[in-house]
C-alpha cells in the first residue's frame, strides 16, 4: 500500500479478509449539499450500503494523507469546512503536500479508489462536456479519468446541468462503456431518462460484474459508466428541470462563473428555484446508486 494512503480500521478488515467495499466520493459532502443535509446524506449512504453487504469507503486527504474510510467526526469536519479543497487529479499532490483538507471530485476519488485496491465508486452524477463546451473547451476531468482509471461508477448518469449528448460522444471516443440499469437510455441525473441510449443494458449485479471482468481482462484500460436512473416517484419532471437550469446558467453566465465554481453554483440555484426539491431528489439517487453499486461490488468479489 502506497505510504500516502491511510485506510480505516473497517476498510482494512474489509480488504484483508475479502469483503467487498464501495468508494464514497467526498465532494458531495464538501460542495455538493448545504449543511447539515450533507451531513445526514453521507452517513445514509454509508448506512445503505452497509445494509447491502458491503464496506463503504469515503474518501477524502486529511492531514497529509489520502485516507479511505473516515468516522463519523471526520464526515462532520468535511460537512462544515468552508474552505476544504475541491480536487481532481491534478490537485491531489498538492492537498497532499500542503497538509490541506480536500474533498475528491470523481476523478480523484477513481485515482485513490485504485490505489486502495477497491473496484466500485459510486457517486451522484459524473462531471462531462459542458453547455457550449465545443467552444470553451470546458470538459470535466472525470471524463478522462474514465478513460485511464479501471474502476467502475455507478451513477445517475451524468448531471443535467451538462450537454449530456457530447458527454456520451466523448465517453465513446474514449473507449468508455456505458451500461445502464432498467431501461435502454442514458439516465439524467434529476429525471431517469436523456431520451439518449446508453452502450448495453444491464440489469443485474452478476451481469455487470462479468462484463467488466471481461473489459479489464482482455487488457481494456479505464473505467465503466453504470447508468442508474433516479427513481420515478422521487425524479423531477424534465421540463420543469430544464427550464430551471436554463434560467440557471444564464445566471451563472452573467456573472462570469465558470470552472470549478460553476457546479456547485448551479446545482445550488437549482435548489433554490425547486424550493428544496431538487436536493431531495439528489439525496435520493445518490442512496438508489448506494443499493447498485453494494450489489455490483458483491458480485464482483464473488
Not at 70 to 78: F, K, S, Y
Not at 247 to 264: F, H, S
Not at 287 to 294: D, E, L, P, Q, T
Request: aromatic share 4%; with cysteine; hydrophobic share 45%.
Amino acid at each position: 500500500m502506497n505510504e500516502l494512503i491511510q485506510l480505516s480500521p473497517e476498510v482494512a478488515a474489509a480488504r484483508e479478509q475479502g469483503r467487498p467495499v464501495v468508494a464514497l466520493e467526498s465532494t458531495i459532502i464538501a460542495h455538493g449539499m448545504p449543511w447539515p443535509q450533507n451531513l445526514d446524506t453521507a452517513r445514509q449512504v454509508e448506512d445503505v450500503i452497509r445494509r447491502e453487504g458491503a464496506v463503504p469507503a469515503t474518501i477524502a486527504v486529511i492531514d497529509g494523507r489520502i485516507r479511505v474510510g473516515l468516522d463519523d467526526a471526520e464526515l462532520q469536519r468535511l460537512a462544515q469546512a468552508p474552505d476544504a479543497m475541491k480536487l481532481s487529479r491534478r490537485d491531489l499532490p498538492y492537498a497532499v503536500a500542503t497538509g490541506r483538507l480536500g474533498a475528491t471530485t470523481v476523478a480523484a476519488t477513481m485515482i485513490c479508489a485504485q490505489l486502495a485496491g477497491i473496484e466500485v465508486f459510486v457517486t451522484g452524477g459524473i462531471g462531462g462536456v459542458h453547455r457550449g463546451g465545443a467552444e470553451s473547451f470546458d470538459i470535466s476531468a472525470d471524463l478522462q479519468e474514465l478513460a485511464r482509471t479501471p474502476v467502475a461508477v455507478v451513477c445517475a448518469g451524468a448531471k443535467s446541468i451538462l450537454d449530456l449528448g457530447l458527454t456520451l460522444e466523448y465517453l465513446e471516443t474514449h473507449g468508455v462503456p456505458v451500461l445502464s440499469i432498467g431501461q435502454d437510455n442514458f439516465a439524467a441525473f434529476f429525471t431517469p431518462d436523456s431520451g439518449l441510449k446508453a452502450d448495453f443494458r444491464m440489469d443485474g449485479a452478476q451481469e455487470q460484474a462479468r462484463f467488466i471482468r471481461a473489459k479489464w481482462a482482455l487488457g481494456l484500460v479505464g473505467g465503466v459508466v453504470i447508468s442508474n436512473p433516479v427513481p420515478a416517484a422521487e425524479a423531477m419532471p424534465r421540463e420543469e428541470i430544464d427550464a430551471i437550469t436554463a434560467r440557471a446558467l444564464a445566471e451563472a453566465q452573467a456573472q462570469g462563473i465558470a470552472g470549478k465554481a460553476i457546479t456547485p453554483f448551479l446545482l445550488g440555484r437549482i435548489k433554490a428555484l425547486t424550493g428544496g426539491r431538487s436536493l431531495a431528489t439528489n439525496i435520493a439517487l445518490v442512496k438508489n446508486n448506494a443499493i447498485a453499486g453494494a450489489r455490483l461490488a458483491r458480485a464482483l468479489q464473488g
